[in-house]
T-cell receptor, first 110, second 114 residues
Framework: GQSLEQPSEVTAVEGAIVQINCTYQ??????LSWYQQHDGGAPTFLSY????GLEETGRFSSFLSRSDSYGYLLLQELQMKDSASYFC???????????FGKGTRLHILP | NAGVTQTPKFRVLKTGQSMTLLCAQD?????MYWYRQDPGMGLRLIHY???????AKGEVPDGYNVSRLKKQNFLLGLESAAPSQTSVYFC?????????????FGPGTRLTVL
């Protein structure tokens, strides 16, 4: 089976940088995805790492290291609107099942 | 282009009642998924479908059934609702293929079982 571990909560200051880690145990997957979810809303896709390394999309970057079974989401120049929950997810190569981590709640202080 | 829509948005059931949640997508996606979300539990996969006429079990399939008779629709059924099924239900869809990992989510259905 597959499991993904994330910290339950992270707190950072507006304008700062924060990193949200995701460690996983899986036998085989296509890549690591990240989603953002605001309170009362639906998850929205942020980024995807199919290969090892860093992917950058504006203020957000995501990293994957398959050898370390580890990935992270990096948020720069934090804004109050970034206060949300962030989920990592993988899609199993064998059966296309998509599994999510339990999510990290990001609190941003002014 | 409506994306992914879910019907209904809210529902209250009594224990033992049945209901069907409807998910529809207009993006011609092959893959469709049903998740439930409970506080502190993240998104847990109930059932999913990789194409019209096919369905498969996810992490928490017990107490639910699904059907994918048309490519654009994915139905989730609760035959005999239980209080433990009180949750927010999200439907999602995506393209198939190794390079397509972005899921598009519907707005969710908030279900309460009394």
């Amino acid at each position: 089976g597959q499991s993904l571990e994330q910290p339950s909560e992270v707190t950072a200051v507006e304008g700062a940088i924060v990193q949200i880690n995701c460690t996983y145990q899986t036998s085989g997957f296509y890549g690591l995805s990240w989603y953002q979810q605001h309170d009362g809303g639906a998850p929205t896709f942020l980024s995807y790492n199919g290969l090892d390394g860093l992917e950058e999309t504006g203020r957000f970057s995501s990293f994957l290291s398959r050898s370390d079974s580890y990935g992270y989401l990096l948020l720069q120049e934090l804004q109050m609107k970034d206060s949300a929950s962030y989920f990592c997810a993988v899609r199993d190569r064998a059966d296309d099942k998509i599994i999510f981590g339990k999510g990290t709640r990001l609190h941003i202080l002014p | 282009n409506a994306g992914v829509t879910q019907t209904p948005k809210f529902r209250v059931l009594k224990t033992g009642q049945s209901m069907t949640l409807l998910c529809a997508q207009d993006m011609n996606h092959e893959y469709m998924y049903w998740y439930r979300q409970d506080p502190g539990m993240g998104l847990r996969l109930i059932h999913y479908s990789v194409g019209e006429g096919t369905t498969a079990k996810g992490e928490v399939p017990d107490g639910y059934n699904v059907s994918r008779l048309k490519k654009q629709n994915f139905l989730l059924g609760l035959e005999s609702a239980a209080p433990s099924q009180t949750s927010v239900y999200f439907c999602a869809s995506s393209y198939s293929g190794a390079g397509h990992n972005e899921q598009f989510f519907g707005p969710g259905t908030r279900l309460t079982v009394l």
